[in-house]
């Protein structure tokens, strides 16, 4: 019964988490904003930033494989285990585990690079005759903050989906093999 509960959570939490990068993929990549200036205009768009191009692609491949893990959960939930299964789970338990770990660190690489990338355009840099571009653009600098809240939220439900999964992995192992393994 435990085991039916956690499963309804990573459920939840990949569901969440999907919304959440394709929400942040969708503000960054259609977040547009022009103005006119004397002689022409000028477009503040994604591609501008790199950093935020990288985000894009990373929330969008991150919602893909959380996808593709919820409907194994959902494969999964619907299937029961029994029998001798435990040999060749083992792997997928760790595959799954290790491609979680993957998924969070790259996700929240790609948000702090955006948000590194966002605070240089916020702030300006004097040395390099930088000039701040949110005082110009200020809406597309706020929906780019909401993107990348957006962004950090999923990480952190991402990396609530990691630790299910450590569980998922270690349950699997019994304690008379971690003593076995000990003693040696």
Do not use: H
């Not at 001798?84 to 998924?103: E, H, R, T």
């Not at 609530?160 to 270690?170: E, G, M, R, V």
């Amino acid at each position: 019964m435990e085991l039916k509960k956690i499963m309804k959570t990573e459920i939840l939490l990949r569901i969440c988490a999907v919304l959440d990068l394709v929400l942040t993929a969708c503000l960054v990549r259609l977040d547009t904003q022009t103005k006119r200036f004397t002689f022409f205009d000028r477009k503040a768009t994604f591609r501008d930033l790199d950093a935020l191009q990288v985000l894009v692609y990373v929330a969008t491949v991150a919602a893909g494989y959380n996808l593709l893990q919820l409907i194994k959960c959902s494969v999964s939930a619907a299937v029961s285990f029994e029998g001798n299964w435990k040999g060749s789970y083992l792997y997928l338990a760790w595959v799954c585990f290790l491609l979680d770990q993957i998924a969070v660190y790259i996700t929240f690489m790609a948000n702090s690079a955006a948000l590194q990338a966002s605070l240089l355009a916020v702030t300006g840099a004097k040395d390099f005759q930088w000039m701040k571009l949110c005082n110009t653009f200020t809406r597309f600098c706020v929906q780019i903050g909401g993107s990348l809240l957006c962004g950090y939220m999923a990480c952190l439900l991402m990396a609530f989906t990691s630790s299910i999964s450590a569980f998922n992995l270690f349950r699997l192992y019994s304690p008379k093999r971690f003593l076995l393994l000990k003693g040696s």
